[in-house]
């Protein structure tokens, strides 16, 4: 049995997840970070999360690409920015003349997106990634600093120092909980992305849901469980489907949606016997199953204000139809019919203000991009909340930068600055689709090595169509490799949806890759929706 103590942060107190379910009553401790108790269907010990986060340093250090000399690397000579950057996240007000340099911290291909949209900002002077893949460097969306280690917080405030580096974004929720946001704030430079302690709505679900419960946030109904045998009685009393969620980070791989008790079962025990998932699956939360349509909700967040970005609908599971285990996301779209402007008003209103509220009551302000997983119930027709996530989604964030036309480095300044009141965002009208490419195999075993061809062709299919790297590598002929389970993020605009769907899957047909898979049918859901309205 794995062991689930560790220390959140290393400059930090104690940060104490207490496990409770939502139907006790409300804790009335002036704080959830020290608060503690127990459920009658399970006595769990206070979690504890850590920087020694030994996930953060194999996850990225996996990622580095061995043939350096085929990379751009972040010169010393880099441009100066036109004016100097005030220190810490209450800096001085943005003036229209100020560019700055932006780190990009992970090497997926949320942050390719993020770099390609900060490449276009006016206020942004040059863009690094550490540590970068190979698909940003030769699309000149980033130079990438792959020597950079980024889960040693000394010296990536090294580097930010020496670059005259005036920005960092955190991509990744796993150096997020790790601490990375603290460090480099204290050090006075301007992060976007939260504290580790804020990062704990993703870190740790039970968390999530003692802060909704709590909040009065809209959530499933839910118990926290330590123990294998009363986490299946409470689903046998329950019965299926029933939805089983691993307590911390999993890659996006901690949550089965059991149709039958024997799935439910397995999956506890895999969790909280067999350990699959380490210290992640310590703890398990049993929540009721939600019956509606998912969607994803963003919005940027400077501690006290909060903004909504664009809508986007991911797909979770692997297979055509909804079918198969849930992914880390197999596609997206947005806009999402789904999400009205009267229901964005709804979730602003039940779900993201009371839960900027309740951590800033908690004390621990939230800074980033909150990223709020919904399930649309097919009664109400109300939103609930499935979970937080304290980053950028990806894929969705893939057909968000797309469909940006605001200042990205200007915008994620003022939210580092507390500086979002009144601040508006330009989109394009048109959509955005994007298709992942995975390895074969996925989200299961796969195979690494397998030779990527024809990516420059299949961005000329068509105007607007860009394929985001997200798991390559290089091979010792420069040939593009795969090197993870999702590979490609392969994304298209269009006037609307049906011609942005035409386009981003004649780019993947582009694409010569036996070792790889594709779900053929995303947007399937807003195209029946549109089919369905037309005839009415």
Not at 1 to 27: A, G, I, R, V, Y
């Amino acid at each position: 049995m794995s062991l689930c103590t560790s220390n959140l942060h290393p400059s930090s107190s104690s940060f104490n997840l207490f496990s409770h379910n939502n139907n006790s009553p409300k804790p009335s401790l002036n704080s959830l970070r020290l608060a503690t108790s127990t459920s009658p269907s399970s006595s769990v010990a206070p979690l504890k999360l850590s920087t020694t986060n030994h996930a953060l340093r194999s996850r990225f250090l996996s990622n580095r690409i061995q043939s350096r000399q085929l990379w751009i690397r972040c010169a010393t000579s880099e441009s100066e920015p036109s004016i100097s950057v005030a220190p810490g996240c209450n800096g001085g007000a943005f003036t229209a003349e100020e560019r700055v340099i932006v780190l990009v911290i992970g090497g997926g291909g949320r942050e390719h997106a993020l770099c390609h949209a900060l490449k276009r900002s006016p206020s942004c002077n040059s863009v690094l990634c550490a540590p970068g893949n190979p698909g940003i460097t030769s699309s000149g969306d980033a130079a990438c600093v792959p020597d950079l280690d980024v889960t040693d917080s000394s010296a990536v405030i090294s580097f930010c120092q020496k670059h005259n580096v005036g920005l960092v974004v955190v991509g990744p929720e796993v150096p997020l909980v790790a601490g990375l946001a603290n460090d480099l704030v204290s050090a006075g430079i301007l992060t976007f992305g939260p504290s580790s302690q804020a990062a704990a709505l993703e870190g740790s679900k039970n968390f999530m849901k003692n802060l909704c419960h709590k909040y009065n946030i809209p959530t499933a109904k839910y118990k926290t469980f330590s123990d294998a045998t009363a986490a299946k009685e409470y689903i046998q009393e329950q019965g299926v489907p029933i939805v089983i969620k691993a307590d911390g980070l999993a890659a996006g791989k901690g949550v089965t949606v059991a149709m039958e008790l024997e799935e439910a079962f397995e999956a506890v025990d895999s969790m909280l016997v067999q350990g699959v998932f380490g210290s992640a699956g310590c703890q398990v939360i049993v929540e009721e199953f939600l019956e509606g349509e998912e969607a994803s909700f963003f919005a940027l967040v400077d501690g006290e204000n909060a903004i909504p970005l664009e809508s986007a609908q991911d797909h979770k599971r692997v297979g055509d139809g909804d079918t198969g285990p849930n992914t880390g996301g197999m596609g997206a779209y947005s806009p999402a019919p789904v999400l009205t402007k009267e229901l964005e008003g709804v979730v602003m209103e039940t779900i993201i203000h009371p839960t900027v509220k309740g951590m800033a009551e908690e004390g621990c302000k939230f800074v980033g991009v909150l990223f709020a997983g919904l399930m649309i119930q097919k009664k109400s027709g109300l939103p609930k909340l499935i979970e937080f996530n304290v980053r950028f989604g990806d894929p969705e964030c893939q057909v968000l930068m797309m469909r940006l036309e605001s200042d990205l480095a200007k915008v994620l300044l003022a939210a580092c600055r507390g500086e979002l009141k009144g601040v508006t965002l330009d989109w394009s009208r048109d959509s955005a689709m994007v298709v992942v490419m995975a390895s074969r195999g996925y989200p299961g075993a796969y195979e690494k090595g397998s030779i990527i061809r024809n990516l420059e062709e299949a961005e000329r299919v068509a105007p607007g169509v860009k394929v985001f790297h997200a798991g390559t590598g290089l091979d010792e002929e420069g040939n593009v490799v795969a090197s993870g389970g999702r590979v490609l993020g392969v994304t298209a605009k269009g006037r609307d949806l049906e011609e942005a769907r035409e386009r981003v899957y004649t780019a993947v047909g582009q694409i010569n890759w036996p070792g790889g898979f594709f779900r053929s049918d995303i947007g399937w859901r807003a195209l029946l929706q549109k089919q369905v309205a037309s005839k009415d």
